[in-house]
């Protein structure tokens, strides 16, 4: 277990400071991120949990400013690589930093590969970018890579087109361009949500293994708790725009404290689970992100909420030397009897 | 067979791919489903779950085997008996948005089955709808919304209702929450439970997912590459899984819990590599290729043919079956669920 604490005098590999991201749009400003704030030190694996529009993906994006098409967007706040603001690069050195010191992985790997380039010189074109290599040695070290991501044949694969891969051999690809260069930081949005699920498990699995074998940090991006549990030190979650709860992994099955975190674990399933179990589902929808919201955004679908939780932003509450809930009610649940050691449990 | 809502066997559908080759989608399954029951079928991509669900209601044409739908044999059927009868088995789909007509307000999806199966004047046709959408908890100031007014839960409900609205004898849902997100998914999974015990339709769930399958089914059946390769009760299933690819995909299910790296690589050990392409099956059994307990003889020459594993106390066809030649040997892995209190 990595926990959140930094070695004395080391800075954390990556620190993002209360980054905060809107996109003007013809519908007025949508706050894709607000008031983002964490730590990543070296190896370190982070899970970040949300839903659609939760912010996951572009809190994500942002570290290596990744927009999409977007050109009018607004970004406040610091993201920290290895004390490195990266928000204040110019392109050029940004591109050094891109497939670089930082890979990254998509959800759908055929349309983040070049369907018309041989899969082999897709991941050699990042090696001999990055690190200069030459053709032959880039070559060489490309069959490896295939090699080491369970490509068979990889010799002979290298030079077929994306197409010829199934989903899975296209993300073990993906993969292989993304650790290329041995960076120091992995992120992985939804890596395995369009895989089948006995693929899923295989492409985690080897997430995992690199990560520990090149002793890289890791960013997963995901809907699933499940892939955090397989895969991270601590988790993240978010909910329109905002971080709710911040933890370590283990902490969360046993002492998930913000209701929206506890919602959510009700609704995964569980060895305790019997079949046609009846889901106790988070009622209503999310808030629309073009409205402003003065309180908690989770407070119209919340059971436990108060007056205050409408009428003022709930600060991020720290209970624990890595444990941070952004609800006015934290400590008092914190201190309940009944501890939330099973929060799936129907009342 | 009587009171049976549908029954296929040795269903086998052949296709051409793109440039022309043959192949079978569906390779001699299988199945039964009683009146009320919710059967779940699951299987990772290409394993003709979807074909077989599209067979079973002769939307797309079957080489061999019967079906005999809501008491009526598929074969005797002319074309306008079997319209008649698909009125009485809607489908519900994975996308909600992509399956209603975006030009159309709420209130007229909804009805549109009752109008073109003729089965109710205009005023009847509006009171029924607004029973409907009642029903499966849409607010009745959605009807003259459009579906891009809606959010998706709404919209897949919408895509219930109207499935509902001609009381079908039984309803085939394909994948109907693999689009949703994990909080609106519930509220939809709870929905259609209450709907099967309120209705007493028949499902034919299809779902790649085993836990939401686990949520909804009183049988669960697996297929791979074409083949029903096990079939059983419900909590049976996931306590007493026998087919080793069954075993994976029990152990695939990813939990919120500790333990899951230990999960993954029993996945891995039960399900290497990939899917064999099904232009180019293999020999013998269709799962020998990523198979840990696969031997050269029989595995890889004879076609394994399904076994009783345990039959109920009452005889009825409540079995549990499994399709592999070393059920009976393979240990039960370590982390299979066991049924819950």
Known sequence: MTGAGTEAGAPPLLEVEDLSVSFNTRRGVVRAVDGLSYTLDRGEALGIVGESGSGKTVGSLSILRLFGLFDDVTVTGAVRFEGRDLLRLSETEMSRVRGGQIGMIFQDPLTSLNPVMPVGEQVAESLRFHTGASRDAARRRTVELLDRVGIPDAANRYHELPHSFSGGMRQRVMVAIAVACEPKLLIADEPTTALDVTVQAQILLLLDELRREMGMALIVITHDFGVVAATADRVLVMYAAQPMEHCPTDHLFQRANHPYTEGLLRLVPRFEHRAHKRLRPIEGQPPALTEPIAGCPFEPRCTHAVDRCAAERPPPVRLGPSHHSACWLAEERARRETAPDKPWEQP | ?341
């Open chain 2, 1 to 341: 067979m009587t009171g049976e809502v549908l029954s296929v066997r040795d269903l086998v559908v052949r296709y051409r791919s793109h440039d022309g080759q043959p192949f079978t989608a569906v390779n001699g399954v299988s199945l039964d489903i009683g009146p009320g029951e919710t059967f779940g079928l699951v299987g990772e991509t290409g394993c003709g779950k979807s074909t077989l669900a599209r067979a079973a209601l002769k939307l797309t044409p079957f080489q061999s085997g019967q079906v005999r739908l809501l008491g009526r044999d598929l074969a005797e059927l002319d074309g306008r008996e079997l319209r008649k009868l698909r009125r009485r088995c809607p489908m519900i789909f994975q996308d909600p948005r992509g399956s209603l007509d975006p030009r159309m307000n709420v209130g007229r999806i909804i009805g549109e089955p009752l109008r073109v199966h003729d089965l109710a004047g205009r005023r009847d046709r509006e009171a029924k709808v607004r029973e409907m959408m009642e029903l499966v908890g849409l607010p009745d100031e959605l009807f003259d919304r459009r579906p891009v007014q809606l959010s998706g839960g709404q919209q897949q409900r919408v895509g219930i209702a109207r499935a509902l609205i001609t009381e079908p004898g039984l309803v085939v849902c394909d994948e109907p929450v693999s689009a949703l997100d994990v909080s609106i998914r519930a509220q939809i999974l709870n929905l259609l439970a209450d709907l099967r015990d309120r209705l007493e339709v028949a499902f034919l769930f299809i779902a790649h997912d085993l836990a939401v399958v686990r949520h909804l089914s009183d049988r669960v059946g697996v297929m791979y590459l074409g083949r029903m390769v096990e079939e059983a009760p419900v909590e049976d299933l996931f306590a007493h899984p026998r087919h080793p690819y069954t075993q994976g995909l029990v152990a695939a299910i990813l939990h919120a819990d500790t333990g899951g790296h230990e999960r993954l690589q029993l996945v891995e050990r039960l399900a290497a590599g990939e899917i064999p392409s099904l232009l180019d099956p293999p020999a013998g059994c269709a799962y020998q290729t990523r198979c840990p307990y696969a031997t050269d003889d029989p595995c890889r020459i004879v076609v394994p043919a399904a076994e009783v594993v345990a039959g109920a106390a009452d005889g009825e066809d409540r079995s549990h079956r499994v399709a592999c030649h070393h059920w009976a040997e393979i240990p039960a892995p370590a982390t299979t669920l066991e049924p819950g209190r």
